[in-house]
């Protein structure tokens, strides 16, 4: 009969088809073999109860004998039937997504590898598992009685006594049970099953205790190394998009994959589906043709015929605004990308096939914030928006820095993936930090660890995750908080206040916080289960802001209530498998100077040390109080418990608040510190982008008043129509840098809004190098038309390619000049291509511009009349329509050159808006 049968199965092909990723997991069959009494149904019955939410079936010889097999003897041939049998079976039951478990003695290795080339052959997954147990450890267990009827003479032909059994020579997976805990060898089991991806449906990407991030890919956007030098010179020839540094913050986010499987900002379909569902669907398996459907342009009309099968959470608007100029450009460049340009001129990304769509900020506001507060800092970042957003995909085009000093503790979700495994972590749980991290954040952080190994966890590690993104002003800055964080993990365990640095990743968390309570937390979390955390500790109010005074209601109660957060973060779709750790309260005990949760019988033992407590005495420089006998009233005595926080992390916090005017001292969050472009022969003091920034020349007292407005030297001295450009602002940035007229040198600086902070451009990207004529003055005594001029140098739009420096000197060819008219003042502007331009020859007035450079003078237009209006002011007017010609262009610099002079000269009419200009220059007033 056995022959027969052996005949037969070999000529039917097997028919399988996959069908793990409907069910959102894997099937498998894991096949535990050996001999009567190493465990097999015990281990298959605890893996099975561990496995209870997923689609699991146990298989073993007693339950196949009563039904499938029981037509089968222990002879060999129908051993072998029996195992193929329970083969086949298992092999459909894998098919269908069930993890398959099997406890058969199978004592045949020829048996055991025909169902392994079966599952080959279908392609699902076979887990050979030995039970390796000595034959005398077997004979001590002897849970059926078995053994001893062998022993007796009672019992013949009993496998591993007196029947052979062939143990596997390769089996996946080796289980020694008895010198296994139970336990232990379901963990094995277990994090066998998770690593390779089975329980999830998917490729395991992550080692085992690490979830796969959402959408089952790994997203690391940076552009390979070998085609970065490719991919830059393309970026060259795209149209410029300005980003802020927030959107730097999110760009980051994105392409380092913090919000996978997002591969770029949010096309309007994907808005929709984060307002509306604080998730989106996607396909990461392409089950029903929808798997690129996030990078794909949004489509009103045609839908697809079945939605993406699997939902992920997704809460907050990951977007990128722009203003109609620059909607124009990217519409006008007939390209199909963007290059992505910071504040700074650094072009840091290529944003392909891009999506633009109308900015309905209302509808944003409304449905994240669910509130109505016009002060809120984000929400009126907001509304400071361009009047559209451009969604599309995007390329790093290289690791986004911001030379702060803290670098070293940003890492991607790639990298702490790697450092959890390092570190052994079988889970890690992630501990959000704003403020600085005191005993009682220490006592939460190592009592969940501990909560984790009662779980049965060996080696839980700890992820503490600064927010490193935008925080409003008030917040305590990033740079403090992470230089705390160093001292808490350098105290290790030898303070109530320190961490474990062998069970702790400390690394910065670089989204922006939009300070949206409930709605932002489970982005908070998604993020962090992203970069490998499979907990998340919680705690009260997550958005720490205070109540609007536009409210109703509860007007002088936080935003959003302290426990919403929390629950709602428990209730949110599309957070899988992330769990969650509340915190608890706790409070300073005096008897032992340690943080912990009090004891209600002893109460009088117990101070609580609130935030704002804590700020009054790092304010006062509080010194550590006695050990033995700690005041009621701290504020008053001025000191500290000595247990509240490790030493050197309280000073570093009292060094903060002793200057926290200081605001130059301080990384408030992550912002790009980058070396001007400067010329040469310029020296710079203060940071670049910062209100303290200036530029000097060190062969020129004054930018303004020591160079000669004609350059001299390339036209035989005579001037003709070459003049000396002094450049403010290089191309593409967007940082607006003036000449001071009463600084003494004269020294370019940073401008300032009315507020006192960096005033940047945030119309567009400048596609021109900005700067100013030195010698020359425009009057506002001297009116045109009515208007006066604006009291300032002669401006210069220089409309070359190349690139010119801050604070550098160059020759430039006079082409046009165009004027406008803003707050009553008339402001000319001199076009003008620098002499060694490669443009140069060709364009020598405004019409050949527009013959090199079509629609180049329409742009110049546009941004003249209307770059004040991303900022709510209203359109300048243009004095002309159309340019003026180079010969008017050159005797306007005559003129204002003149009036320079007269300046100088002290001149009667001029010193009621001269009289605070620093003139002390050689070539201007001599002392």
Not at 202 to 231: C, F, Q, S, Y
Not at 352 to 379: A, C, L, T
Request: charged share 25%; glycine share 8%.
């Amino acid at each position: 009969m056995g022959a027969i049968r052996a005949a037969a199965f070999a000529n039917t092909p097997p028919h399988i088809i996959e069908c793990a990723a409907a069910v959102r997991q894997k099937g498998a069959t894991i096949w535990m073999t050996g001999c009567s009494g190493a465990g097999k149904t015990t281990i298959a019955t605890a893996l099975e109860d561990i496995l209870a939410k997923k689609h699991v079936y146990s298989f073993d010889g007693d339950n196949l004998r009563t039904g499938l097999n029981r037509d089968l003897t222990f002879s060999e041939a129908d051993r072998a039937e029996s195992v193929r049998r329970t083969g086949e079976l298992a092999t459909l039951f894998a098919d269908a997504g069930v993890v398959t478990l099997v406890g058969l003695i199978s004592p045949y290795r020829v048996d055991r590898d025909m169902v392994r080339k079966r599952h080959a052959d279908s392609g699902i997954p076979f887990y050979e598992v030995f039970l390796d147990v000595p034959i005398d450890e077997l004979k001590k267990r002897d849970p059926k009685g078995q053994y001893a009827k062998v022993e007796s003479g009672e019992l013949k032909h009993f496998t591993c006594i007196d029947d052979p059994y062939e143990e596997p020579l390769n089996p996946e997976i080796v289980l020694p049970t008895h010198k296994l805990e139970l336990e232990e060898s379901i963990q094995i089991l277990f994090n066998r099953l998770h690593m390779d991806g089975i329980l999830e449906g998917a490729p395991k990407l992550t080692p085992p205790g690490i979830p796969n991030p959402d959408g089952d890919i790994i997203v690391d956007l940076h552009v390979p190394e070998h085609l970065r030098d490719e991919k830059t010179k393309e970026a060259e020839s795209l149209p410029k998009v300005r980003i802020t540094d927030m959107e730097l913050n999110w760009l980051q986010v994105i392409g380092e994959g913090w919000a996978s499987p997002l591969r770029g900002f949010m096309r309007e379909g994907t808005l929709l589906q984060t307002l509306h569902f604080n998730s989106i669907l996607v396909d990461p398996f392409n089950l029903t043709n929808n798997a690129l459907m996030l990078e794909t342009p949004t489509d009103f009309v045609n839908f697809p015929e079945r939605q993406p099968p699997v939902r992920v959470s997704m809460s907050v608007p990951i977007t990128l605004s722009c203003t109609q100029f620059t909607k124009k450009s990217i519409e006008a460049s007939g390209k199909n990308a963007v290059a992505l340009v910071t504040q700074m001129g650094q072009t840091v990304a290529i944003l392909r096939d891009p999506e633009i769509y109308e900015n309905r900020k209302e509808e944003i506001v409304s449905r994240i914030f669910g509130v109505i507060d016009e002060e809120h800092p984000y929400i009126k970042y907001i509304y400071s928006g361009g009047e559209f957003l451009i969604g599309g995909e995007v390329e790093l085009l290289g690791r986004i820095r911001y030379n702060d000093g803290l670098d070293k503790w940003r890492k991607t979700t790639v990298e702490l993936i790697d450092e959890f495994k390092e570190k052994g972590a079988d889970t890690v749980f992630a501990f959000q930090t704003r403020n600085p991290t005191h005993a009682g954040h220490a006592y939460l952080m190592r009592s969940a660890g501990e909560d984790l190994k009662k779980k049965g966890f060996k080696k839980p590690v700890l992820w503490l995750s600064p927010l490193g993104g935008w925080t409003k002003s008030d917040d305590v800055p990033l740079d403090v908080r992470v230089l705390q964080h160093e001292e808490v993990l350098s105290a290790g365990l030898t303070h109530p206040g320190g961490l474990d640095p062998d069970t702790t990743v400390m690394a910065i968390w670089p989204a922006p916080m939009l300070y949206a309570g409930p709605t932002e937390v489970q982005f908070h979390a998604k993020s962090r289960r992203s970069a490998g955390a499979s907990y998340f500790v919680v705690g009260r109010d997550p958005a720490g802001m205070k109540g609007s005074n536009a409210a109703v209601a509860h007007r002088d109660d936080d935003l959003y209530h302290a426990d919403h957060g929390r629950y709602v973060l428990q209730m949110g779709p599309g957070i899988g498998d992330t769990k969650f750790l509340s915190f608890v309260n706790v409070m300073y005990d005096k008897s032992d100077n340690v943080m912990k949760v009090p004891d209600p019988t002893r109460m009088e033992d117990f101070i609580s040390i609130s935030g704002t407590k804590m700020r009054t005495l790092a304010a006062a420089g509080a010194v550590p109080c006695s050990k033995t006998n700690i005041p009621s009233d701290l504020v008053e005595a001025n000191c500290i418990p000595s247990g509240f926080m490790v030493p050197k992390g309280w000073d570093t916090v009292v060094d903060y608040y002793k200057h926290e005017t200081d605001v130059e001292r301080w990384v408030p969050w992550s912002q790009p510190r980058l070396d001007a472009p400067k010329g040469p022969n310029t020296v710079v003091e203060g940071k670049f982008g910062s209100t303290a920034f200036s530029l000097k020349h060190e062969t020129y007292e004054s930018f303004w008043h020591d160079i000669t407005p004609h350059a001299k030297e390339l036209t035989g001295g005579k001037g003709g129509g070459i003049i000396n450009l002094v450049t403010e602002i290089p191309m593409y940035v967007t940082a607006k840098m003036e000449v001071s007229k009463e600084l003494p040198g004269n020294p370019i600086m940073q401008d300032t809004n009315s507020d006192g902070s960096p005033r940047y451009y945030t119309y567009g990207t400048t596609f021109f190098h900005y700067g100013m004529i030195p010698q020359t003055w425009e009057d506002p005594n001297v009116k045109v038309n009515g208007y006066g001029g604006d009291n300032d140098p002669l401006d210069v739009m220089e409309i070359g390619s190349a690139p010119l420096l801050m604070g550098s000197i160059t020759p430039c060819k006079v082409i046009g000049a165009l004027q406008f008219i803003a707050e009553g003042e008339m402001d000319n502007n001199i076009i003008c291509i620098a002499v060694k331009d490669p443009d140069e020859s060709k364009i020598r007035n405004m019409n050949d511009l527009e013959l090199v450079k079509p629609g180049y003078t329409d742009k110049l237009r546009d941004w003249l009349k209307r770059y004040k209006t991303s900022d709510g002011k209203p359109e300048n007017l243009l004095a002309n329509e159309g340019p003026s010609s180079v010969e008017d262009a050159l005797k306007l610099v005559d003129e204002t050159h003149a009036r320079w002079k007269a300046m100088c000269a002290n001149n009667s009419t001029t010193s009621s808006y001269s009289e605070k200009f620093w003139l002390q220059s050689s070539h201007c007033r001599p002392v």
